[in-house]
């Protein structure tokens, strides 16, 4: 039986290794620890996790986006599953864990490349309300 809860700082290595799956970089372990225990110290950031049969099968981050000029709304950071556990409702079920624990507007951004996301997140309930250009600056 799948358990949604909070994440704990003793949770990061486990997401490390989940977030390779979808292409993130592997960190250190310090590296993950640290920046998962920053998330987990902040007011507007949760990141969840899915427990099954013991293990991890994903995880998700949320946060709060507060906007000047518009009204604030809950943004998905970022959710992986592992693909042994995909189309298994873990994904359904993480997302409906973090929309209930934050009752609000929602928002998540998704790579144009990834169509499978795209249908998911349609058929969990997200409208395509706009497409963008995302521009970096590294200094």
Not at 105 to 114: A, M, T
């Amino acid at each position: 039986m799948v358990n949604i809860r909070l994440a704990a700082i003793s949770d990061s290595d486990q997401i490390n290794s989940l977030s390779v799956h979808l292409g993130y970089e592997q960190l250190s372990d310090s590296k993950a620890q640290e920046r998962l225990g920053e998330l987990l110290n902040s007011k507007n950031d949760s990141v969840y996790v899915a427990e099954d049969n013991g293990g991890l099968v994903g995880w998700i981050h949320c946060f709060k986006a507060l906007r000047l000029a518009s009204d604030s709304f809950f943004e998905i950071g970022g959710m992986v599953v592992n693909p042994s556990n995909r189309r298994r409702g873990f994904g359904k079920k993480m997302v409906r864990y973090a929309l209930n624990e934050n009752p609000g507007n929602w928002r998540v951004r998704c790579n144009s490349k990834r169509d499978e996301t795209h249908q998911f997140y349609e058929r969990i309930g997200f409208t395509n309300s706009k497409t963008q250009y995302v521009f970096e600056n590294r200094l």
